[in-house]
Each structure stands twice: as C-alpha cells, then as structure tokens.
C-alpha cells in the first residue's frame, strides 16, 4: 500500500511540474504502436494488418507442412525423425483438432474496424471489407470440415469485469453443422459482392476466390449429406454433427451452380502453355507465376523475404545444392499405380506376368509408358530427369539366380562376378535398404512444386514457388461431381473430360462411364500432394474404409475405390547381370514395402470430426464432445 501511494505522489508530482501537458511522458504518442484511428487511415498500414491474417489461414498440406503428406497412403516418410508415421498409425482423435477463435476473434476485429474506417477512402473500404468477409469464411470452413458445428461468433466479445465470475454471457453452444456451412457460403456471396474480379490477383482475394471457396464448401456439405448416411453413428442430436440426407441436392445444386458461375465468366481456364509435353505442362502449372490462367488463389513467397524450404528437403539426393538434406517425402506405388493408363483403363504396373516372372524392360522408363501424363508430371520416375540431370535411381545388379548385389550406400562401389575392378552397383538417389534417410525408399521423388530454379535446393536460399490454394481444374471437378450426383451425367462428362485432355487421356468419357468410382480417383490422380485428399476422403465416408487398420498387400485393383490400402509400397528397379545372355543390361521391378513400415494406417469413426480439447470444453459446459470418442 505505501508503494501503490509512493507511485500516486510522484506521478503527481511529475505532472505538476510540467509546463505543458503534451510535454509529458504519460500525454506522448507511443512510437513503437500504432493505434486503431491511425492504422485505417492509412490504406497500406491496413494492408500490413490483412496480410497476418492470410498468413494465419490455417492448413493441414502445404508446402511448410510436407510431413503430413506422409500420414496416408500416397507417399513414405523418408525423414528418420517421422518414421513414427509408419510405425504408430492409430491416428489419434485430436491429430487434427483446430479451435482457433483467436483468429476468428482478430478478424471480427479487423471487420468491425472498417465499418467503422470513415477515413478509407470508400473503394479500400470496401476491398478490405470483402477481404475479411472472405478470410472469416475460410477460418470458419475449416474450422466445419475439421470440428463439425461449431460456436458462431460473429462479433467480438467484450470481457465484463463487474461480472466476477459469471462469464455465462461469454459461452456458445455449438451451431449445426449445416448452417456453419450456411455461414460460409453467405460470407462468400457478401464477400464476393465487394471484392474485384480481376484473374490476374492471386494471393489476395477476389471475386474468383471467394467463389471457389463456396464451390469446395458446398460440394462438402452435399456429399457429407449424402455418404454421412453410410455412418449414423458418426453423428449428434440436433445435426451438430452431420447433414440431412434430404439437404443433399440442395448443396450440390449450389456447387453446381458456383462452378457454373466460374465456368461462364470464362476468367480462368486450363494451363496449357506446353500443349506438346503435357506431363511438363503439368509440372510448370504449379511453378510458373507468369500469366497462369488456371490459378485463382496462392499463398506467394518472394526471395529474400520468404520462401520455403520444399525443394531444400525434397529434392533428389544426388541433385542436392550446397550438401542439403534430400528426398523426405517418397511417393508412394500405391499411388503411381492409380494413373491410368491411356485407354482409360485402371492396372497395376506391369512387374510380372501371369506365371508370375519378372517382365524385362530396355530401360527404367518403359515400365511407366503410356499413362496419364500427369504422373511424370507429379512424381520423379526411374529413368526421368531434374534440373536438366538424370536422376540415378536403382536399387542393384539382379543375378539369373536371383541373387542381388547392391550396396549400403547410394552409389556405392562393387565388385561383380567374373571381374575384377569395382563398378557402381546401386543408385546415387537409391533406393539402398540400409541407408534410409536422405534417399527414395519407393524408388520414387516428388516433382510436383519441386523448383528446378538453380539456387532453389541450396538451404541459405530456399524456393519461392507459391502454394496454390483453389486452381481452375477443381472448379471443373467439383463441377463434374455435383452434375454426377445430382443426375446429369453428360454435364458431369463435359467437365471431367476437359482436364483428362489436358493429361493426354484422348479417349473422352461417355456420360455412362461416370461414375462414383471415376470422381474419387480423377481427384486423386489430379491433385495429388495438393492437401486435398485427406479432406475428399473424409466427406465421402471412405477414409475408415481404405485405411482400416489391416495390414494390406499392394492392390490389385486399381480402379477399385473400396479397396484398403493401409501400407505404401515401392517399386525397385533392378539392372539384370547376366553377361553373354541377351537379356543382359535389361531391367526388371520388384515391389516392396520400406523396412520401416511396421504398422498399418488405421482411421477410426471417431476421427471424422476431430476432439474439441476437454479443458475447452470445462470452460464452455454448452459444448458437447464429437461422437466416438
């Protein structure tokens, strides 16, 4: 009590002694924070505010976050630190929780700030009005396809101190599941109404991207209407969690309506710089920033200011720049294998034959003709190239007896029978059993954002290439399956054709072959490692079908979508030694399953909608946990 008295006296005493009030240190404008009046008068200090919160959209795949492409089926962890991913796959209930109401809260901030922005110049105003509507839609739609119904809050709360306690007032029940959805396709069409439709802004939001995100957001209510059947027992009283069947037409007809609305104002359309070479076409989709027409929403880097490290880590170990680390994310066969071949029809790559014996191949390369352009767009095959060099990847010599030499290190040196000087007997990128970080151990690397740029695989400068966020090739996907579940199998046929074309599939889809089967694996072939999958999976009550927990052998099937497919395989090539034999410098494929694969992907019921954390729900007795849990 003396001190709090002591502080009182001198401040009044430092106060009385001053001549003018502006003077003093208690009267002085701060000079290191800006305040809310002088932040929105000034449309570039705004711009630094909205740029935090598109820094702040959540995501679960992205460049920044690569590891997690490695949680399912379609690429091994070849990162010694990530091997539990492989070795522990019961995912647990929280592995994708979000309750991220601190965003939601600044960005309630950030629009009531600018209806209130008298000083804006009124066409700011309402760009950075439609840009908050917008990144309030964003937050909410993921916060719905993670969570469920969650708490809509729409303004920003005010703590009452003289309320003690009593913070009843503060507390939300969880909003039906269906109307966050509601929410976010609302926000979309007022923020839509503000923002400009100009295709040749990408990380910012414009009248494109807010129409994209109500394209997504509807087709995932749809089909969660519609496949949510399929588990009743994923679901709460009241629809908090889970849609109506009946709602689900509804909800395609929108997504249907939306991509009709994208389609027609013909801003956007297919990347086809490179009509000669599709599979590179389909590379420089992702990498080129000049005039890209498909693009309609990123997430940019810029060197010198911000780049990622994708490249750094991913890049093919004997291509690396400055000694970096290489090769942490391995695609799987699991999902080479799911590119069709160019007749339209689904196989697994041809390693034997009907007696089971190794087929022979001239070259690396062969194994992999005549498919889908898109998959040596995606994926860094045998045989291929990176940065103009070829990538060395093979696991050893194959002997008549079938007895392999190979080496414990990449490029390791041996000696072959019948000679007597070392040669080369294993790849410099591997695969090689015993040395397990740094190299393919699928006999595969990712290509797809991987920048061939020089400089881009060295650690000090990293990769600008931007993360695509919503391309125009979605918009006609999301289209197909919104015609195909609502019955309009030619419209679904139109659309679904023009980005097979694209991948060089010249045989166009009849309305008859469209099927359920054919959406889930275009989706796949097409935006594979592009963090769209997990969440397609999800919506369609597949994810605990394919990934049940039992260890399962490499499918034999492709096309069909039902199938488990719970561990990732590779495919080893093999040069056959046999001198004197024609067969001789052929090569034959051995399918494998990388030694630190131990375990068998398992998703439960309980992980379609993730845990809200107990103490939140301590704080918050109106909510009630997700089912299954």
């Given amino acids: 009590m003396k001190k709090l008295g002591f502080l009182i006296i001198t401040l009044l005493v430092l106060g009385a002694g001053c001549k003018k009030a502006e003077d003093t240190f208690l009267d002085k404008k701060p000079t290191n924070v800006l305040l809310t009046d002088q932040v929105w008068s000034d449309p570039s200090l705004v711009l630094s505010v909205v740029a935090d919160l598109y820094d702040r959209i959540p995501q679960y795949q992205e460049l920044e976050q690569y590891w997690n492409f490695a949680d399912f089926d379609d690429a091994f962890p070849s990162n010694y630190g990530d091997y539990w991913r492989v070795q522990n796959q019961t995912y647990g209930y929280n592995d994708w929780s979000l309750w991220n109401y601190d965003y939601i809260r600044d960005i309630n901030l950030f629009i009531l700030d600018c209806k209130n922005a008298t000083q804006l110049d009124s066409a700011d105003r309402k760009r950075f009005l439609g840009e908050g509507e917008f990144l309030r839609a964003t937050a909410y739609f993921d916060l719905v396809k993670r969570m469920g119904g969650v708490p809509l809050i729409l303004d920003t709360m005010v703590y009452n101190f003289s309320s003690g306690d009593n913070t009843a007032y503060l507390q939300h029940p969880r909003a039906p599941e269906a109307k966050v959805y509601d929410f976010v396709m609302n926000e979309c069409d007022s923020a839509a109404a503000l923002l400009p439709n100009d295709p040749t802004i990408k990380s910012r939001a414009t009248w494109g991207a807010a129409m994209a995100l109500k394209c997504r957001a509807a087709l995932y209510a749809g089909s969660i209407a519609k496949y949510g059947a399929t588990t009743p027992s994923v679901m709460l009283p009241g629809n908090i969690v889970g849609i109506p069947a009946d709602q689900a037409d509804h909800y395609y007809q929108i997504a249907l309506n939306t991509a009709q609305q994208i389609i027609n104002s013909n801003e956007y359309s297919l990347y086809m710089k490179y009509p000669d070479n599709l599979s590179k076409n389909f590379y420089e ?116 007896n079938g007895n392999v030499i190979s080496g414990s290190t990449f ?195 309980g992980n379609y909608y993730s845990q809200i954390d107990p103490n939140t729900i301590a704080a918050n007795p109106k909510l009630v946990q997700n089912p299954n849990q």
């Fill in 285 to 400: 989709l992702f990498l080129d920033k000049n005039n890209n027409p498909e693009v309609i929403f990123v997430k940019d880097y810029k060197l010198k200011a911000r780049t990622t490290q994708f490249t750094v880590q991913n890049q093919p170990h004997s291509l690396t720049e400055e000694g970096a680390v290489s090769g942490f994310l391995n695609p799987s066969l699991n999902l080479v294998q799911s590119f069709e071949k160019l007749d339209n029809t689904f196989a697994p790559l041809a390693a034997k034959d009907a007696s089971g014996n190794y087929i022979e191949y001239n070259n690396t390369s062969d194994i992999f003709k005549d498919r889908d352009a898109r998959l040596a767009g995606s994926i860094i095959l045998p045989g291929s190239q990176f940065r103009g060099d070829n990538v060395d990847i093979w696991a050893g010599y194959m002997q008549p």
């Fill in 411 to 605: 490029g390791a040196q041996g000696t072959l029978p019948g000679q007597s000087t070392p040669t080369q007997v294993v790849g410099f990128d591997g695969p090689v059993s015993s040395q397990i970080e740094h190299g393919t151990q699928t006999g595969f690397y990712i290509r797809k954002y991987l920048d061939p740029t020089v400089g881009a695989g060295g650690i000090g400068t990293g990769s600008d290439v931007w993360w695509i966020r919503y391309r125009y090739a979605e918009i006609l996907l999301n289209g197909a399956e919104a015609a195909f579940e609502l019955g309009q199998n030619a419209a679904a046929a139109s659309y679904m054709n023009q980005v097979r074309a694209r991948a060089g599939l010249t045989i166009p889809l009849k309305p008859s072959d469209i099927t359920f089967d054919r959406i889930v694996h275009e989706r796949r072939v097409e935006f594979a490692f592009e963090g769209q999958r997990f969440w397609d999976m999800k919506r369609w009550r597949l994810a605990h079908v394919v990934w049940n927990g039992t260890k399962t052998t490499l499918s034999t099937q492709p096309g069909n979508i039902y199938e488990p497919s719970t561990r990732m395989w590779g495919l080893w090539p093999y040069e056959i030694y046999d001198p004197g034999n024609p067969d001789n410098g052929k090569w034959i494929f051995k399918e494998v399953i990388p030694g630190p694969i131990t375990q068998a992907h398992q998703f439960r019921l």
